[in-house]
């Protein structure tokens, strides 16, 4: 009997591609994704449940579908997509619904994206985060406190339920030819922005070797919390200059009205990445290979695949993207209407 997994998220950029990866593989047998919002990308076994933002229905699905794995990808980590109290409804609320459904119930394996965010960003931090590591200083961004408290949900569940795998998995910075985050959409300005006196090193993550590393874990179902970030420090100089760009110094004090100025031109920087820009970050990810993972790409592959793709959608040109929508998918496969022709 193969596994019958939850996703959560499923409406979300990561969701969608944890489902689509989960459904080639033959071991899974049943894969239910739970959002307010449908999948953007075509999904053929998985099954969407709509649901509000803190999961309230959860406990029903879990009772019903008897799941023994959940994935949880519905975590906000961008602080630029919504309001405070919205991402802690999402963040908080939501989590604590999950384990409350996961509790005395079939599931025995839970994987929780969580974010590099949680360490925190002073200039006394080491150079190398293990998982291990205290934070120097209480969270003070409100991304930072809502991972935090969802974090320690996850400590208090794996401790309570000792019969249940469950695994965290820390996410550096992520960069991709899909995924739009911050930092990515500050390197493709015409000009990187810069704090003025900083050149902190930075490690990335490429969006493929997320989805692997959440198969990862649930394939080889690990237990514990796991940094994933590709090998290397880059120094912030290093990375626009990989993208063939140059840097323009933000002032190091009255940062927040240049910010708020940026941002009414569509260039949001948010607090916890201004702190990224003088002081930088760097995970240990040494117990993930350990356990046997390999990543695809380096800090530095990273950023050159990332800015190789948006110079091949430059030299494309723009085009219009179709979006994956269920009706639609349904009228091409059952209409009359269309004409069926032999291959």
Not at 118 to 125: Q, R, T
Not at 275 to 283: A, E, I, M, Q, S
């Amino acid at each position: 009997m193969g596994k019958r997994v939850l996703v959560t998220g499923l409406g979300t950029f990561w969701g969608a591609r944890v489902a689509k990866a989960l459904e080639a593989d033959p071991g899974v047998d049943v894969i239910v994704g739970l959002d307010t919002r449908e999948p953007l990308l075509e999904l053929e076994r998985t099954e969407y449940v709509k649901s509000d933002e803190n999961y309230s229905i959860l406990s029903r699905i879990v009772e019903a579908t008897q799941v023994d794995t959940i994935v949880h990808t519905f975590l906000v980590v961008d602080s630029t997509q919504m309001r405070g109290r919205t991402m802690h409804e999402i963040n908080v609320i939501g989590t604590m619904n999950l384990f409350a459904a996961a509790t005395d119930s079939s599931v025995r394996t839970v994987v929780v994206k969580s974010s590099s965010y949680v360490y925190g960003c002073e200039p006394s931090d080491p150079v190398w985060f293990t998982e291990e590591t205290p934070r120097q200083k209480p969270p003070k961004h409100r991304v930072e406190r809502s991972l935090t408290e969802v974090e320690s949900y996850v400590r208090d569940f794996a401790v309570d339920n000792p019969h249940v795998a469950v695994a965290m998995l820390r996410f550096s910075n992520v960069l991709g030819p899909e995924l739009s985050t911050p930092l990515s959409r500050m390197l493709e300005l015409p000009v990187v922005p810069h704090v003025f006196g900083f050149d902190p090193r930075f490690q990335f993550v490429h969006e493929d070797d997320v989805v692997r590393a959440v198969l990862f874990v649930l394939d080889h179902e690990l237990a514990g919390v796991f940094n994933v970030a590709g090998d290397g420090l880059l120094p912030w100089s290093e990375v626009a200059g990989i993208c063939g760009k140059r840097t323009v110094p933000l002032p190091p004090i009255g940062q927040g009205l240049v910010t708020a100025a940026l941002a009414r031109l569509g260039v949001d920087i948010p607090p916890e990445i201004v702190d990224l820009l003088k002081y930088g970050r760097g995970l240990d990810n040494g117990r993930l290979k350990r356990a046997g993972f390999d990543y695809t790409h380096t800090s530095a592959g990273a950023v050159q695949a990332f800015i190789e793709s948006l110079r091949l959608k430059r030299t494309v040109g723009p085009k219009a993207e179709y979006q994956y929508e269920r009706e639609v998918e349904d009228f091409f496969r059952r209409s009359p209407a269309v004409v069926r022709r032999p291959r």
